[in-house]
């Protein structure tokens, strides 16, 4: 077939809005409905292993205006199947349809399954775990296989979904470690990097030990087989994951799931191009595919039928799999009325579902900016709030240079881009857009739209900027920005996002793109743990404080505007600021906060009254360290002081 696509119209082709695609399993017979316009003929194959060299039925299916369909008699539950097109006269790859919601080794053929025989005992029981206001999470940013891998991790299915279901697993210090670790920080919500079907990792051969975090999506409705047990079943792997999400509700923590809708793994070979060709892609004014992902393709999300194919897949994963929110990557691929049609759609389930994402591309897109949902765009969208890249850059140096340093680190002449952060890229009187080197304006219509972050999966972890930063800095030291970065981060206003093992000094060795790296790599070594035990109790002491105190979790850029007011004393490195009137209803009426990040202290003047020191170096007591009457107080070198008082 010639893989040009120029003088296509497709908005031509026949559309099949409201009817559902897919395996329909009854107890006495299935149905399957494919979308294909233009082929001429489809042929359904059944198998009775996922390995079976030939098909025991072939059949054809029937052709209704846009969509073939095949209807088959008796109990088939537990059977594999592909379908193959005849397109221009030419018989495409046999694939699973692209809704397959169960799918054998390595995602080459459906399943046909019967999803009640998926569900683990008292599902029925399992209820969603929504914020009330996306400010209330606490978000945590995690890899299925990293987290349990670790030899020493204590975790009997490393790298598994079942990983997630153990407890009282620890380290070899005695440490808590795997779900236990999660409960105990106190994290609302688990964000896992991509768990659908993805391509690069053989399923048929664990030996290989295979690494990828998963952005080459396959099979966008069906788990991925190498966190499960049985990668040839396509129960297990579904139930399994069943299993994850319902022990991390039991524990109270909500799941995100990353979702990756802007492209797919592989191009021509793609069930897309295999059933319908160009028509989930974007081309360029030669008919060839653009490439704004990156990484081969990116998905025409504007079309009719490629939208529906993302809202009928992500309410799947909020029905099927009981999903609390996304996170969408390279959200500024996808247009801004399908991610507006998205929150529609999540709104008719539930309101409180989460949605945020990327704002921006990784390469130019034929489809102009201002229709996309990228991070200038961000007042268009309805409730989907996107990653503050700003604030990464200002707390730890620019992202892609290894030498840049940021607040953490000791950069001063930088603070209006932490202060910028601090209220969530709202709209506030106090600060220069001018003086932001990223931005020139405040991009957030509310606190709720800021996912604000110092590291995540991409790049270096923050241990390892900073290090790279400072290159012959002692261990205390980074350390100390690191606790630094988070108590900026877990006391500003907006949603703050923790890279799984930021607070035990995650490394990758250096690595800044470990994508396929391998476990060596990206394992969370649990032995951190011990060896950071400090900068893990500060963690978890400003995690608490911020779920105690509603001030740090304010919901509207009113609110911020009425209750927040930066220090008009200025020392180059500190940034210093001011909660006022009991801030969304608190109990502390003021709230003093001022961060050094020079290598020395600092004394920085405050309101003479009675103060109650809550925050001083790696210490945290909300019931208070000391009292004392001052005017001046002494912050420690790179550091937090927080003070408060019952006095304005």
């Known amino acids: 077939m010639k893989w040009n696509f120029g003088h296509i119209d497709f908005s031509t082709y026949a559309q099949y809005i409201e009817g559902k695609l897919g395996v329909e399993y009854h107890s006495d017979y299935t149905v399957l409905k494919l979308w294909s316009p233009v082929a001429q003929q489809v042929r359904f194959r059944l198998y009775k292993t996922d390995t079976a060299k030939e098909p025991f039925e072939t059949v054809e299916m029937i052709h209704n205006e846009s969509v073939w369909s095949i209807r088959l008699e008796g109990e088939r539950h537990g059977m594999f199947y592909t379908v193959q097109c005849l397109i221009n006269d030419q018989w495409m790859d046999e694939v699973p349809d692209p809704y397959a919601f169960a799918v054998g080794v390595n995602g080459k053929r459906g399943m046909i399954c019967d999803l009640s025989r998926t569900n683990p005992a008292n599902w029925n029981a399992d209820k969603h775990i929504f914020p009330e206001q996306y400010s209330d999470m606490v978000i945590y940013e995690l890899h299925v296989r990293d987290f349990s891998i670790d030899y020493f991790s204590g975790i009997k299915n490393k790298g598994k979904f079942l990983g997630f279901t153990e407890e009282g697993t620890r380290s070899p210090e005695g440490l808590k470690t795997g779900i236990d670790h999660l409960v105990d920080l106190g994290i609302t919500h688990v964000q896992l990097l991509p768990v659908f079907d993805f391509h690069t990792v053989d399923e048929a051969h664990p030996e290989k030990k295979e690494y990828n975090w998963g952005y080459d999506p396959q099979n966008y409705n069906a788990p991925e087989g190498s966190y499960s047990t049985n990668p040839h079943d396509g129960v297990s792997r579904i139930t399994e994951l069943k299993l994850l999400v319902q022990m991390l509700h039991a524990k109270g923590i909500g799941v995100i799931m990353d979702v990756v809708y802007n492209h797919t793994g592989r191009t021509r070979h793609s069930v897309f191009n295999q059933t319908v060709p160009g028509y989930f892609y974007r081309q360029r004014s030669n008919g060839t595919f653009s490439d704004a992902s990156g990484c081969g393709n990116e998905i025409a999300s504007e079309r009719s039928m490629v939208r529906k194919y993302i809202i009928d897949s992500l309410k799947y994963w909020v029905n099927e799999y009981h999903i609390d929110g996304f996170r969408f990557d390279l959200m500024g691929i996808l247009d801004i009325d399908t991610m507006n049609a998205i929150r529609d759609e999540m709104n008719a389930i539930d309101s409180n579902i989460v949605l945020y994402g990327e704002g921006w591309a990784a390469a130019p897109s034929p489809l102009h900016e201002k229709y996309r949902a990228v991070k200038n765009n961000v007042p268009k969208l309805n409730n989907i709030a996107v990653f503050n890249d700003d604030f990464r850059d200002a707390l730890k140096g620019h992202w892609g240079q290894q030498g840049s340093i940021g607040f953490a680190s000791g950069q001063t002449l930088n603070e209006e881009s932490v202060k910028y952060g601090i209220v969530a890229a709202t709209d506030h009187p106090q600060i220069n857009y001018g003086y932001i080197e990223s931005i020139r ?116 850029t009113h609110q911020i505007r009425q209750h927040l007011r930066f220090s008009k004393h200025y020392l180059p490195g500190v940034v210093a600021y001011t909660l006022i009137n009991h801030a969304n209803g608190d109990a502390w009426k003021t709230i003093r906060l001022i961060f050094n990040n020079n290598q020395t202290p600092v004394a920085f003047p405050v309101k003479n009254q009675r103060w109650t020191e809550v925050a001083n170096g790696l210490a945290i007591d909300e019931n208070g360290l000391r009292t004392h009457e001052t005017h001046t107080v002494f912050v420690p070198p790179v550091s937090m002081m927080m003070l408060v008082a019952d006095e304005a």
């Open 441 to 556: 304006w405040a991009w957030s219509m509310s606190p709720q739209q800021s996912i604000n972050y110092a590291a995540c999966h991409d790049n270096y972890t923050l241990y390892d900027k900073l290090k790279m930063s400072y290159p012959n800095a002692r261990l205390k030291e980074l350390s100390d920005m690191v606790c630094l970065a988070g108590a900026v981060l877990l006391t500003s206003q907006g949603v703050p996002f923790i890279h799984a093992g930021m607070e035990m000094m995650r490394t990758k060795h250096g690595d800044g793109n470990s994508y396929k790296s391998g476990d060596v790599v990206n394992m969370i070594d649990w032995s951190r743990k011990a060896m950071f035990s400090y900068v893990y109790v500060y963690y978890k002491k400003l995690v608490r404080l911020r779920k105690n105190h509603p001030a740090f979790r304010m919901t509207s």
